[in-house]
């Protein structure tokens, strides 16, 4: 089973300052199924990247996905208002999903 | 428009049986896995397990399987998760999504979720 480590566990910036999330797989795992969840409180999460760097539908062009192998990044390049929120990643193999822990954003 | 709707808030006591149910619309709800997906209070995403409703083909997590049932009728596109003994600890939030083969297999719709609180 593939274990997902995100890293920071928070990361406290300002509005339009760019956010860099990285997420660790503990083996190489295939990027077509490697994505990224936006959750904020009280609601469910969202997806946001899928295949490691494509954006799902209605995404901003402000978040991209990048990495390969064993290590993944989610990146804001801007941060917006909206955008402090838990993000996850997220991958599936052989009809098995594992999610990582989470990175909070917050507004610093 | 594609959604998934999940039944309401639960409270049930230890011991009880329950079983919530997510209904899909605007899309074949056969030809797509839905998945279930625990997460506790305060805490992140756990993936539980998966079933294509098309012919009820099931997969669980290995921390889930053996705790709870994955079940689906095709004919009201509609996918349950149940319980047959609660137990304080399944106190979380539940949430069915599903997934999209056409973006590897990625949770592309959520339900709002269920809400289950176990207490005595």
């Known amino acids: 089973e593939v274990v997902l480590t995100q890293s920071p566990g928070t990361l406290s910036l300002s509005p339009g300052e760019r956010a860099t999330l990285s997420c660790r797989a503990s083996?190489?795992?295939?990027?077509?199924?490697l994505g990224w969840y936006q959750q904020k409180p009280g609601q469910a999460p969202r997806l946001l990247i899928y295949?490691?760097?494509s954006r799902a539908t209605g995404i901003p062009d402000r978040f991209s996905g990048s990495g390969s192998g064993t290590d993944f990044t989610l990146t804001i390049s801007r941060l917006e208002p909206e955008d402090f929120a838990v993000y996850y990643c997220?991958?599936?193999?052989?009809?098995?999903?594992?999610f990582g822990q989470g990175t909070k954003v917050e507004i610093k | 428009e594609v959604q998934l709707v999940q039944s309401g808030a639960e409270v049930k006591k230890p011991g009880e049986s329950l079983k919530i149910s997510c209904k899909g619309s605007?899309?074949?709800?056969?030809?797509?896995?839905i998945g279930w997906v625990r997460q506790m209070p305060g805490k992140g995403l756990e993936w539980m397990g998966i079933?294509?409703?098309?012919?009820?083909?099931?997969r669980y997590s290995p921390s889930f399987q053996g705790q709870v049932t994955i079940s689906a009728d095709k004919s009201i596109s509609t996918a349950y998760l149940q319980w047959s003994s609660l137990k304080a600890s399944d106190t979380a939030m539940y949430y069915c999504?599903?997934?999209?083969?056409?973006?590897?297999?990625?949770?592309?719709?959520w339900g709002q979720g269920t809400t289950v609180t176990i207490s005595s």
């Open positions: 999504a599903r997934l999209s083969y056409g973006s590897g297999y990625s949770m592309d719709v």
């Open positions: 605007g899309y074949t709800f056969t030809t797509y896995w």
């Open positions: 079933i294509y409703p098309g012919d009820s083909d099931t």
């Open positions: 083996q190489s795992v295939n990027s077509i199924y």
């Open positions: 295949g490691a760097s």
């Open positions: 997220q991958h599936y193999s052989s009809s098995l999903g594992t």
